[in-house]
């Protein structure tokens, strides 16, 4: 994406004066491993005779570039674009060229099985990587159909966005029925010895596949995915009046894709980590489900319906993300989808409101003004924070009304595009409310509301700025008895706290004062809520005895924020965790919480010293966890695999007996478990390479090959660390999935002293590998690998200093920006409760 973003200006201007009708794509994926042919025929009409534009093509040589059958000579093109003049009133485009294969997840990506050595390839397009894949006019208000041709090598399987209509694994020539109009960023191919799945609901094909050595993954879990799919295309059908738009669903399961899924019509793309080849979690099982409604209501929100330009995303995101959570409650066994969303979506967002680089979930259009901006507002912003205002809209509007008037819209813009303007015109219609204004307070501001609960001598009140309004619930809790910390749920109300007043007075009811007053304890808004000293000391003591999980988790959120804001000692909240989750009877809130306290909290805002003593205590309420006979099976698991991660070094020895008996109280062993020791016994200095590769050998798969260079990264040797170092940013042969897992293993707290010299030299390495491999790895580096192992100020000046250079590309300075932020928020929270 470095080199010629694609502007807001020009995606304008090229708007007013194109409409493309048609797509016919042919691609040769039978010319080897560097390059693939691709040719396209473009049909357009130009709104002026005469007049100039441009497509987009990312290619290593243009064959051929012909329009209205003159040939455009080299000059035409200069790496990205074809300049196109002297257009006519009804034009064709058509163009070839050779296309370079990618292994960074943009584009066509090429992917080798180490299982069986077999190839499969796959476009992953999203945003504007289309051009990756054959010559376009890449920007989301320029629809047309697309009709695809694949030649492939014989015994290949090829899926699209249209079912096929010709040739078969016999012959290699493939032909895929024409879609709907679509946006070019929703293209894709899928080809190789596929693995395929095929069944039939509500008349329409469902198709599943994957590679064919996860073919036993997938046979295994395809009861389960079909399950979620068809309860959620049902539960749409119910909702949505616009009928189900295209003519088949299918999901395929891919290697190395850099976004959780992408919502292509035909084939929606999921990691294929999402197929299970180990034992999964309760959190893993509803990581998936949840993907899978989330994709399915991009059919209608981005796909059906497209926004017309980046600053309305979260009109595909916001709108997936919320049907998402929404329909699992309502239609599916995942009934935690919303104590999901609490625990896992909602803190990603917050994170990202409370950065200098937040913005407005629906930004300005002046304010995405490229394609590269465009990238950026992929985060917890358009997702979890945007899904949370529409869930605050729905409270305050009223369901029916929030239905009718997204139904409408569906409608008016059927295979179009719609803007912010178009949904609250279509709300406007069906409500009595002012929804302008409330999209002006929700929509086009940042920042998360403080809502303060205060017990006075006149009355008890809740505080809050007069930026938005509020609908909130209320929940009074009393304790079970005398003597008792319980606390029993006495009433749940709804509260609107109206922007006019920031004051605003609760209605206790008669009786005794309540114990605990928990605003927001359903997480119907977006907001930080504090709590009284009365309520802060009641929950201290009774946390685990709140009887609904979404409520316990909207206390474990507040608690995590306190300690990020220097509000509450890390030390107490350790005290919580090792008082109440031993207690905890959900294991999606088990998993979250102790994600927290060991990923975040240890490893950022306590010293070393202090350190040793979260893990100690991690350790602790995971060995309580499993000794219960009264844990879960999904528990125990996720407790197992937290124990290993917390072993210290005095422990090594323990953990390798692990290796062979499992973790005791926990599931039985499997290869998943066997690398989470292999990984920590690494990192401890208790294994080598030779006992890595060799478990690498036992199961050649790509999961094996990330976790074997996590551990060879992780190994406390210098020389160890240098092959580490030059794999994943000397050079540009390793995988985006192999990159990240390497970094990621670099970087250890036990191992400060060994790779402090490493930490001046990432700045620089890191730009060179952005600008060299584009966005995905400029997040792998600066979100997911970054080196919090020793958090002080000079790594902060050198971050700053990055920063305040030219060498960083647009994707790698926002990453590290955010990085920032982060880092100075770990240096305040270890100055506010560093000892004296």
């Not at 299982?115 to 796959?122: A, Q």
């Not at 409330?438 to 509301?449: H, K, M, N, P, S």
């Not at 540009?732 to 490493?758: K, N």
């Amino acid at each position: 994406m470095t080199g010629h973003p694609l502007t807001r200006d020009e995606a304008r201007r090229r708007a007013r004066l194109l409409e493309v009708s048609s797509y016919d794509v042919d691609l040769d994926l039978t010319g080897g491993d560097e390059v693939f042919r691709s040719r396209v025929v473009i049909r357009f009409a130009s709104a002026e005779q005469g007049a100039s534009t441009f497509a987009e093509l990312r290619a290593t040589r243009l064959v051929s570039a012909v329009l209205n059958g003159r040939v455009l000579e080299e000059p035409a093109y200069d790496g990205a674009r074809i300049a196109l003049t002297a257009l006519e009133r009804v034009n064709e485009l058509v163009v070839e060229a050779e296309i370079p294969y990618t292994t960074t997840g943009d584009g066509m990506h090429r992917y080798v099985d180490p299982v069986d050595d077999e190839v499969y390839v796959g476009a992953y397009v999203g945003v504007v990587n289309a051009q990756h894949v054959f010559a376009n006019f890449d920007q989301p208000d320029l629809k047309a159909t697309i009709t695809t041709r694949v030649t492939a090598p014989v015994g290949w399987t090829v899926l699209g966005n249209g079912l096929a209509t010709s040739g078969d694994a016999t012959t290699g020539r493939w032909e895929l029925a024409t879609t709907p109009r679509l946006s070019s960023y929703l293209f894709v191919v899928v080809a190789g010895p596929l693995h395929v799945l095929t069944s039939e609901h509500a008349g329409i094909p469902f198709v599943l596949s994957c590679r064919r050595s996860l073919a036993a993954a997938l046979d295994a879990d395809a009861a389960e995915i079909l399950e979620v799919t068809t309860a959620c295309f049902d539960r749409y059908a119910e909702i949505f009046d616009e009928p189900f738009p295209f003519a088949s669903y299918g999901q395929a399961f891919v290697p190395e894709l850099n976004w959780g899924a992408l919502e292509q019509p035909g084939a929606i793309l999921f990691r294929d980590e999402m197929l299970f080849t180990s034992t999964p979690t309760a959190l893993d099982r509803l990581t998936r489900a949840n993907a899978i409604a989330h994709e399915m209501a991009h059919m209608w929100f981005g796909d059906l319906v497209t926004m017309e330009w980046w600053d309305d995303l979260w009109l595909s995101e916001s709108f997936a993300e919320y049907m998402g959570s929404r329909t699992l409650v309502d239609a599916t066994r995942f009934t935690g989808a919303w104590t999901w969303f609490a625990a896992e979506r909602k803190p990603w967002g917050y994170d990202a409101d409370e950065r200098t680089s937040t913005h407005p979930v629906a930004p300005r259009a002046d304010d995405v003004q490229d394609t590269e901006s465009a990238f950026e507002n992929f985060d917890g912003i358009s997702y979890a924070k945007g899904a949370s205002v529409l869930r605050q809209l729905v409270a305050w509007l009223g369901d029916d009304v929030f239905l009718a008037g997204i139904n409408d819209l569906l409608t008016a813009h059927a295979f179009g595009n719609a803007t912010l303007a178009d949904m609250l015109a279509a709300l406007d219609a069906r409500s009595e409310h002012d929804v302008h204004a409330w999209a002006q307070a929700w929509l086009r501001t940042t920042g998360v509301d403080p809502l303060h609960v205060e017990r006075l001598g006149t009355g008890t009140v809740v505080t809050h700025p007069a930026q938005r309004p509020h609908v909130v619930s209320v929940g009074l809790y009393d304790v079970a008895g005398p003597g008792s910390t319980d606390l029993v749920l006495r009433r749940r109300d709804r509260l609107l706290l109206d922007p006019a007043r920031t004051v605003v007075p609760l209605d206790l009811g008669a009786g005794p004062p309540p114990a605990a007053i928990l605003l927001d304890d359903a997480s119907l808004s977006w907001a930080k809520v504090r709590y009284d000293s009365a309520t802060q000391a009641a929950i201290t003591a009774g946390l685990s005895s709140i009887a609904d999980p979404l409520a316990r988790t909207t206390v474990w959120s507040s608690l995590r924020d306190q300690v990020r804001d220097a509000e509450l000692a890390p030390t107490a909240y350790v005290e919580i965790l090792r008082r109440h989750l031993p207690l905890e009877t959900d294991a999606l809130v088990v998993d979250t919480v102790l994600d927290f306290a060991r990923v975040e909290l240890a490893d950022r805002y306590v010293s070393a010293e202090e350190r040793a003593r979260v893990l100690h205590e991690v350790r602790g309420v995971c060995r309580d966890l499993l000794a219960d006979p009264t844990s879960a099976a999904d528990t125990r698991l996720s407790a197992s695999r937290w124990m290993v991660a917390s072993v210290s070094a005095e422990g090594a020895d323990i953990l390798r007996g692990w290796l062979t008996s499992g973790v005791p109280g926990g599931p039985p062993l499997d290869d998943d478990m066997r690398w989470r020791i292999v990984r920590r016994l690494a990192v401890l200095g208790a294994t080598d390479l030779a006992e890595i590769d060799a478990l690498e050998r036992s199961s050649p798969d790509e999961e094996a090959g990330r976790n074997a260079a996590y551990s060879r990264a992780a190994l406390p040797d210098v020389v160890a660390k240098g092959r580490a170092w030059e794999l994943a940013l000397g050079g540009d042969s390793a995988s985006t999935y192999v990159v990240l897992a390497t970094l990621e293993g670099f970087w250890q707290p036990e191992q400060r002293e060994l790779i402090a010299p490493w930490v001046e030299q990432l700045f620089p390495a890191a730009v060179a590998a952005a600008r060299q491999r584009g966005p995905a790895i400029a997040q792998a580096v600066a979100f997911r690998a970054f080196p919090f192992h020793d958090v002080l100020d000079s790594t902060e000046a050198l971050l700053l200093e990055c920063l305040a250079g030219p060498g960083p590309t647009v994707p790698l300075r926002r990453a590290f920006a955010d990085r920032a932020d982060d880092y100075r928020r770990a240096l305040d929270v270890r100055a506010a409760w560093a000892r004296p």
